[in-house]
């Protein structure tokens, strides 16, 4: 079956860095895209970063300077690295596993920016 689990979310100082992991197994890692996604309360999910099969990357304005997406296909993981944190981040961070033919979600890591 597959699994995409989350990892690394927490409370952090504005200003502060957090890294988020994303581990994916019963799939062919290396030929999908993988995205981050975050849902802040109440409001609705929004796209924060992606990175293709091939190693390119985009992200949402919001984010661009901040952020940055890598993959590491040996450890069937993508990580976002976030720094300059503010407390608009705030949200659960999602990790989206994407072939264009099938779409996984794992279960969210929560982020919180605070002092």
């Known amino acids: 079956q597959v699994q995409v689990v989350e990892s690394g979310g927490g409370l952090v100082q504005p200003g502060g860095s957090l890294r988020l992991s994303c581990a994916a197994s019963?799939?062919?890692?290396?030929?999908?895209?993988l995205g981050w996604y975050r849902q802040p309360p109440g409001k609705q999910r929004e796209f924060v970063a992606a990175?293709?099969?091939?190693?390119?990357?985009n992200y949402a304005d919001s984010v661009k300077g901040r952020f940055t997406i890598s993959r590491d296909n040996a450890k069937n993981t993508v990580y976002l690295q976030m720094n300059s944190l503010k407390p608009e981040d705030t949200a659960v961070y999602y990790c989206?596993?994407?072939?264009?033919?099938?779409?996984?979600w794992g279960q969210g890591t929560q982020v919180t920016v605070s002092s």
């Open positions: 989206n596993v994407l072939n264009g033919i099938n779409n996984y």
């Open positions: 019963g799939i062919i890692f290396r030929i999908y895209a």
């Open positions: 990175i293709t099969s091939g190693g390119s990357t």
